[in-house]
């Protein structure tokens, strides 16, 4: 493999050309050293199929990665490797793929009628919409708007004007494909080109539409009211059968894909159907226990706090939370209470605080007197 010359050296290529730059330089090259070009040119010939090898390797994704990384040594046998090479005329399978670079068809019996007129499903289209917390979780009707390429209403599709058609392509009979020979090397091929008059349509649009300027489709923008259900959390998606791109030769139409975003909650949090938020409350409230508002999507709610609540403890009010979508069944809320200590007391305050303090002493902290126990012994 010593006196192979660097492949991307072969198309006079930097090593990061892109497929457009590796397919320009090899189409350049290949005509220049063709057979037919150069007869009886031995080094003509030698080159076009150095070129061939070069471009074989530098066109495939994964033959190009493997080059890249390891060189010719990639594609020795003796290595280890696989031959990438075109060194034999024994696969016709590699002469298939160089003839159809070349000449831009396919080789042999080439792409059927049939098949190029065969239905083509319609791109789908993808659409993102913003909603609120609340409108995810009850739903909402939206109004959007959005591109979409159909048929040309002025020619139904044909890309004909009014009162005039398609002729079928002379020079193809309508197949859209031209069968050519060619020599190399002393042997002759046969390929399959596209009909560069009706460049592989089989017709001719003498009288193009206005509208569509022959193509036959146009791009609109279509308007849709849509229903988006209870329950939809973000990043999720709801797909409108039919409502993409339309196809061609009878192809179905493609989905509109709605990509739902919810703005985020001032207050509420969501895990999956349940949502959760944090209350703060005084100190009297956790000792004493209240009665306190919690805020929910339908409104406040009143919630009575046990006394001696301590801070962090949660709560759950059930059937409060997301809708499970299609669904009668609803998540809960679940919230939790963070005790909030009083700041910038005035003297009498602490007066009552200190007093407070000393009534209750120590037995009534559990969690201080464990803490202590635990960690300084039952004496202290």
């Known amino acids: 493999?010593?006196?192979?010359?660097?492949?991307?050296?072969?198309?006079?290529?930097?090593?990061?050309?892109?497929?457009?730059?590796?397919?320009?330089?090899?189409?350049?090259l290949a005509k220049k050293y063709h057979p037919d070009m150069n007869p009886g040119d031995a080094e003509a010939e030698a080159k076009f199929k150095e070129v061939n090898e070069a471009y074989d390797v530098l066109s495939d994704p994964d033959k190009r990665a493997k080059y890249d990384q390891y060189g010719h040594a990639a594609f020795d046998p003796s290595m280890g490797g696989?031959?990438?090479?075109?060194?034999g005329f024994g696969d016709f399978g590699d002469f298939g793929d160089i003839f159809s670079s070349f000449f831009g068809g396919g080789?042999?019996?080439?792409?059927?009628?049939?098949?190029?007129?065969?239905?083509?499903?319609?791109?789908?289209?993808?659409?993102?919409?913003?909603?609120?917390?609340?409108?995810?979780?009850f739903g909402v009707k939206r109004d959007i708007s959005y591109a979409r390429v159909q048929k040309c209403p002025d020619c139904n599709g044909s890309g004909a004007a009014a009162g005039s058609s398609a002729e079928t392509c002379s020079d193809c009979g309508g197949s859209g494909q031209k069968r050519v020979t060619q020599r190399l090397g002393g042997m002759a091929f046969q390929s399959t080109v596209?009909?560069?008059?009706?460049?592989?349509?089989?017709?001719?649009?003498?009288?193009?539409?206005?509208?569509?300027?022959?193509?036959?489709?146009v791009?609109?923008?279509?308007?849709?009211?849509?229903?988006?259900?209870?329950?939809?959390?973000?990043?999720?998606?709801?797909?409108?059968?039919?409502?993409?791109?339309?196809?061609?030769?009878?192809?179905a139409a493609g989905d509109l894909i709605l990509i739902v975003s919810v703005r985020p909650h001032a207050f509420f949090e969501r895990d999956g159907y349940n949502i959760?938020?944090?209350?703060?409350?005084?100190?009297?409230?956790?000792?004493?226990?209240?009665?306190?508002?919690?805020?929910?999507?339908?409104?406040?709610?009143?919630?009575?706090?046990?006394?001696?609540?301590?801070?962090?403890?949660?709560?759950?009010?059930?059937?409060?939370?997301?809708?499970?979508?299609?669904?009668?069944?609803?998540?809960?809320?679940?919230?939790?209470?963070?005790?909030e200590i009083p700041k910038n007391l005035n003297e009498k305050q602490r007066d009552a605080m200190r007093a407070f303090a000393d009534a209750c002493g120590e037995k009534n902290y559990a969690k201080k007197n464990g803490f202590r126990a635990k960690f300084f012994g039952k004496d202290k």
């Open 219 to 251: 791009r609109i923008t279509r308007k849709l009211s849509v229903s988006i259900p209870a329950g939809i959390d973000d990043g999720e998606r709801i797909a409108l059968r039919g409502e993409g791109n339309e196809g061609r030769n009878g192809g």
């Open 107 to 137: 080789f042999g019996g080439g792409s059927s009628s049939a098949r190029r007129n065969a239905p083509v499903r319609g791109e789908d289209i993808g659409v993102r919409i913003t909603i609120s917390f609340e409108e995810a979780a």
């Open 276 to 339: 959760y938020c944090e209350i703060p409350i005084t100190v009297a409230d956790a000792t004493l226990g209240a009665e306190i508002e919690v805020p929910t999507l339908e409104g406040k709610q009143k919630y009575d706090i046990p006394e001696g609540t301590q801070p962090g403890t949660a709560f759950t009010l059930k059937g409060k939370g997301i809708p499970y979508v299609n669904s009668s069944r609803r998540g809960d809320l679940i919230f939790s209470v963070n005790v």
């Open 1 to 28: 493999m010593a006196d192979k010359r660097d492949y991307y050296e072969v198309l006079g290529l930097e090593k990061g050309a892109d497929e457009s730059a590796i397919k320009k330089a090899y189409r350049s």
């Open 194 to 217: 596209t009909c560069e008059k009706c460049k592989g349509s089989g017709k001719i649009i003498k009288n193009p539409c206005d509208n569509c300027r022959g193509t036959g489709y």
């Open 82 to 87: 696989g031959g990438a090479g075109f060194g």
